[in-house]
């Protein structure tokens, strides 16, 4: 689960020491990966670097009075890129885990790792028993949400979102397998072929229009891919229901409780 810096090199990232500060986060940190653009594999060269992770609050945190700080974000400035990291304490993760959210399943599992652990690698294990059918739900609501920002703004950006979303969901519905990289899933869902071009061009700027991009046939590709994952999630061998609570459950009891 450790990344080489070749792996992360490949991905466009812009710095080489991206770690956060442990002192940041409000417990131990289970793992910091990459996320966003550079996961997805469309960065722009003025792209920022989105870092996800999950911290484990103390016990005493949870019992007390007080509400507890289960989600921190910071942002901090290096080499001259911005970065951003989001953490969740383990328990809201989790939760997050058991309903069909494929997001942080791709933050999981992201192979762009700069910060993991044995609590992370053992987290990443249980994965297949969360995958359910209904996570097409959640790459469909997302792609529609990403498709209406693209008709206010034109952009590539969603554009690329809004497609990158669906083929992970069809991928997902198909394989059982939550693959987040748009080229990748070029090679294992039939997708239109202007795609690789608009990649290219998304990496000149983070807001570059999609000028390049024909309404009419994305519209009608968009609409046929809506299709697929409807079909794909018709005929998915995925569960109706998450088979691995009981097992996370122990996992964040045990987190929680070690010394």
């Known amino acids: ?33 990459v996320s ?26 949870l019992v007390g009075l007080r509400e507890p700080e289960e989600t921190r974000t910071r942002m901090w400035e290096r080499d001259g890129v911005e970065l951003d990291l989001v953490t969740h304490d383990l328990r809201k993760f989790v939760r997050l885990m058991l309903r069909p959210n494929g997001y942080v399943l791709e933050q999981l ?12 690698t053992e987290l990443a294990a249980l994965v297949p028993g969360v995958l359910t059918r209904h996570h097409a739900h ?12 693209y008709g206010k703004t034109g952009e590539l950006k969603p554009l690329l ?13 198909r394989s059982g397998e939550v693959l987040a990289h748009l080229p990748a899933l070029l090679d ?43 079909e794909a999630q018709e005929r998915s061998r995925l569960p109706e229901t998450a088979t691995a609570f009981d097992a996370l459950h122990d996992l964040v009891v045990r987190a929680r409780l070690r010394p």
């Not at 450790?2 to 002192?23: I, K, M, N």
């Not at 790459?139 to 529609?144: I, M, Q």
């Not at 071009?197 to 024909?214: S, V």
């Open 188 to 230: 294992e869902v039939d997708a239109p072929a202007y795609l690789p071009g608009l990649i290219e061009a998304k990496a000149e700027a983070e807001h570059a229009a999609a000028t390049e991009a024909d309404g009419e046939t994305v519209t009608r590709d968009i609409e046929a891919l809506h299709r697929v994952l409807d």
């Open 36 to 61: 966003g653009a550079h996961l997805y594999g469309f960065p722009s060269r003025d792209s920022d670097v989105d870092l996800r992770g999950v911290h484990v609050l103390p016990a005493e945190a």
């Open 161 to 173: 979102y809004t497609f990158r979303a669906l083929l992970t969901g069809i991928h997902l519905m």
């Open 138 to 149: 959640h790459y469909r609501g997302f792609a529609g949400t990403q498709w209406r920002l």
């Open 109 to 120: 599992l992201s192979p762009l790792v700069v910060h993991t652990s044995a609590l992370h």
């Open 1 to 33: 689960m450790s990344p080489t810096p070749l792996t992360l090199a490949r991905a466009g990232l812009p710095v080489v020491d991206l770690r956060p500060d442990p002192a940041d986060a409000p417990g131990p940190l289970v793992f910091a990966t």
